[in-house]
């Protein structure tokens, strides 16, 4: 039977499926030499929604997000399209891009290790004060709010921080460029199954102020725990697509990828 705590989990979910696309991809393809790392991807992230892209190694999943951000080109002629608020962005370069409201948080938090936590999350706002904008550090009391840890830890050096740290604060120096949708690629790469939990949750909070969100997994069970929506991805390409409920109910999925330890 289902308690209160999931009916309105569900109702949030039917709501976010009749709101806005964000973005969308159709056809895209990435190679790197004689590797094709995708082939016709294709997927939707509406406003307010956690997506997720769950597969294994070498899958395609990072490939996938550099292309969508503008890091890799787009092959155009085989129809590959990235649509930003209806809008197609191929020619964009990646500065246009999180101009627009995306952001990417890559899976090597490339961090400055000697700047000041404070340091690094004002960087994440450089484009926003390079075009003028007077109130470009506005994100920083939300990020504050949603990272207690990188308050307190505000004059510290980055590269002192813990593993964990250093994830929150990656994702606050994207968020300090005000995002529509931030995208992510394995954000618990390294990290101890509690602190994914907790980078995990806040994501969570993050959709309550209106982020959607684009997250790329390995730990399937925890991505699908806190997503809405959800993608497979195996060589290359986009095996299968539900509700992240139904894709963790999947005796398929189930068997391949949360059958095994508790992550
Ligand atoms: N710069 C590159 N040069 C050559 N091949 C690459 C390059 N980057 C990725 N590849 C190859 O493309 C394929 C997809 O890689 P990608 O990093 O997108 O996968 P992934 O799903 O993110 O994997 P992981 O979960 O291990 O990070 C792999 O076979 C990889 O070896």
């Known amino acids: 039977m289902m308690n209160a705590e999931t009916m309105i989990a569900r109702s949030e979910v039917a709501a976010t499926a009749q709101a806005p696309v964000l973005l969308e991809v159709s056809g895209l393809q ?11 991807a294709a997927l939707t992230v509406r406003a307010g929604q956690i997506v997720t892209v769950i597969g294994p ?39 246009e891009r ?13 961090l400055f290790a000697t700047m000041t936590v404070e340091d690094n999350l004002q960087l994440g706002a ?9 109130n470009y550090m506005d994100q920083i009391d939300t990020v504050y709010d949603l990272f207690p840890r990188l308050l307190e830890r505000r004059k ?43 980078i995990l ?5 993050l ?29 290359g390409e986009l095996v299968k697509e539900g509700a992240a409920d139904a894709l963790a109910a999947d005796p398929k999925i189930v068997e391949s990828y949360l059958g095994l330890a508790k992550r």
């Open 57 to 95: 190694n070498g899958a395609g999943k990072s490939t996938l997000l550099n292309a969508i951000m503008g890091a890799l080109p787009v092959n155009a002629a085989a129809n590959g399209r990235v649509a930003w608020l209806g809008h197609d962005v191929a020619s964009l370069d990646v500065e």
């Open 126 to 134: 450089y484009k926003r004060r390079r075009n003028g904008e007077a």
């Open 30 to 40: 990435a190679r790197y030499g004689k590797v094709e790392a995708l082939h016709g």
């Open 207 to 235: 959709r309550e102020t209106g982020v959607a969100t684009l997250l790329v997994e390995q730990n399937a069970r925890a991505a699908l725990q806190v997503a809405d929506y959800g993608y497979v991805l195996e060589m």
């Open 156 to 198: 510290q050096a980055a590269g002192t921080l813990s593993g964990g740290e250093r994830q929150m604060l990656a994702v606050g120096r994207a968020l300090m460029a005000k995002p529509q949708l931030l995208m992510l690629d394995e954000p618990s790469l390294g990290l101890a199954p509690l602190i994914t939990k907790e």
């Open 98 to 110: 999180v101009a627009r409201g995306l952001s990417l948080v890559p899976e090597k938090r490339e």
């Open 201 to 205: 949750g806040i994501i969570a909070k």
